[in-house]
């Protein structure tokens, strides 16, 4: 299967929130013709998990009054045998301190019964998993740009060495 039907598939899990909340999603389809390896469901599952991520970010933002379009970018790049998918918001952004926390179990920006703080720590796992990392640049009130870097289907896989970058 290739990364865009992967994405495809969980842009429309998310296009209910994405479109009632005015929010644009700009991508386009023929850059992510990448084959990729592993279990479909699980890299539908962390990309709609970094999704919400960023729906959640814009929400925030857009809870303080502030009279802005949402908007996720997500792009791709290819040197050589990598490939980097990154998903980039204008949202609330990260702040430094909270950086080195984003990862673990259980940590959480959001408040309430949703806030379980899994999303980032499964779709890590998920991603380390496939041989891909998963790493994250932010400006705090700007927005966030999570990166998933990951090789060409034929050495996809073969290490299971990894680096937050965080």
């Not at 970094?50 to 933002?61: E, G, H, P, T």
């Amino acid at each position: 299967f290739t990364l865009g039907y992967a994405l495809d598939k969980a842009i429309k899990i998310c296009e209910i929130q994405t479109k009632s909340k005015g929010i644009q999603v700009i991508w386009k389809t023929e850059d992510f013709e990448i084959e990729i390896t592993g279990h479909q469901n699980q890299w539908i599952q962390v990309l709609r998990n970094l999704l919400q991520n960023s729906i959640d970010a814009i929400d925030r933002k857009a809870a303080k009054g502030n009279n802005f379009t949402g908007q996720i970018e997500i792009t791709i790049a290819t040197k050589g045998d990598k490939h980097q998918l990154q998903i980039t918001d204008n949202g609330d952004g990260i702040e430094e301190q909270d950086m080195p926390k984003i990862l673990n179990p259980l940590f959480s920006r959001k408040e309430g019964p949703n806030s379980t703080g899994l999303g980032l720590t499964v779709a890590f796992r998920i991603l380390n998993e496939h041989g891909a990392n998963l790493f994250f640049q932010s400006v705090p009130t700007s927005g966030t740009t999570a990166i998933i870097s990951l090789k060409s289907p034929e050495i996809q896989g073969s290490s299971q060495v990894f680096d937050t970058k965080i």
